[in-house]
């Protein structure tokens, strides 16, 4: 199975940026780093992806270590729409994504 | 992005009973999973739906409990067989465009056994 490691929950406050990381020791040099979250009751959107150079889009931005067993998710002005449960996985190369139990973000205002 | 339809999007059922879970792309899709989220926990890959041929099915998963179909790119089934109250989850379905590429998942199908 494809394990990552994040903490359980984490807090931010409205307009500010919220950076969450993700440990990911055990992936290969061919896996991609993928990062989805859940908003209560909805299925997983899709946010961003990477292999090993830093990737940004519409949503957030993804710094990836040089080693690349650990990553961040940075979203640059979080809003209160922005609470959910953040995975972070890895692989891929065979289509199958392996989620873990994910952080929850709470946003305040 | 591909944009991925579920039917029905919430049901009660008898024990005993089954039900079938349809999943529609609106383009056509290289893979689609079918996953279950029981209540308060994460996301658990059920199998990998394969078109025109048997799905392929995780650890703790059997083809007799939850038979797929994939007739062709862009649509699937999840039919959930006998079901018990232990069976009431959320499943999803999802959908990749191609190799070390983002997948994308339906509302999800909201199952209460009863």
Known sequence: DAKTT????????EGRAANLPCNHSTISGNEYVYW?????????????????NNETNEMASLIITEDRKSSTLILPHATLRDTAVYYCMFGGSNYKLTFGKGTLLTVNP | SAVI??????DICQR?????????VDSQVTMMFWYRQQPGQSLTLIATANQGSEATYESGFVI????????????STLTVSNMSPEDSS????SAGMGQNTEAFFGQGTRLTVV
């Open chain 1, 6 to 13: 994040q903490p359980p929950s984490m807090d931010c406050a």
């Open chain 1, 36 to 52: 989805y979250r859940q908003i209560h009751s909805q299925g997983p959107q899709y946010i961003i992806h990477g292999l090993k």
């Open chain 2, 5 to 10: 339809s579920q039917k029905p999007s919430r």
């Open chain 2, 16 to 24: 005993g009973t089954s039900l079938t879970i349809q999943c529609q």
């Open chain 2, 64 to 75: 007799d409990k939850f038979p797929i179909s994939r007739p062709n790119l862009t649509f």
């Open chain 2, 90 to 93: 959320i499943y999803l379905c």
